[in-house]
């Protein structure tokens, strides 16, 4: 069974930094095609994605308003993802998903991943 747990989120003040972590179980880490993804969810609105890593190779993938702030990282050892948030926003408020799935190609489509987290708050105040 697939397990995907984050953590990492929480209340911070515009500018901090944070490193959200999905643990994962259950997936096949050594595939060529399983890839994983940081999705969100803000008040409101949309999910959105942010980026995604092939996870064996590393390859990564980012939105393009992700870029420059958001780094995604993965420790094959400790089955851990990450996300590196820098210089957070108000608008960075959201709850953050991860999530996993197969695909030949790098890509952060929702439909592609099948296995998903409960999610972490981020809340950022100005």
């Known amino acids: 069974q697939v397990q995907l747990v984050e953590s990492g989120g929480g209340l911070v003040q515009s500018g901090d930094s944070l490193r959200l972590s999905c643990e994962v179980s259950?997936?096949?880490?050594?595939?060529?095609?399983?890839?994983m993804g940081w999705f969100r969810r803000a008040p409101g609105k949309e999910r959105e994605s942010v980026a995604a890593i092939g996870w064996l190779r590393g390859t990564t993938d980012y939105a393009d308003s992700m870029r420059g702030r958001f780094t995604i990282t993965r420790d094959n050892a400790k089955k851990t993802m990450y996300l590196q948030v820098n210089n957070l926003k108000p608008e960075d408020t959201a709850v953050y998903y991860c999530?996993?799935?197969?695909?030949?190609?790098?890509?952060?489509?929702?439909?592609?991943?099948?296995?998903w987290g409960q999610g972490t708050q981020v809340t950022v105040s100005s």
């Open positions: 259950g997936l096949t880490l050594t595939s060529t095609t399983l890839i």
């Open positions: 999530a996993a799935g197969y695909s030949g190609r790098i890509t952060r489509a929702p439909p592609m991943y099948n296995d």
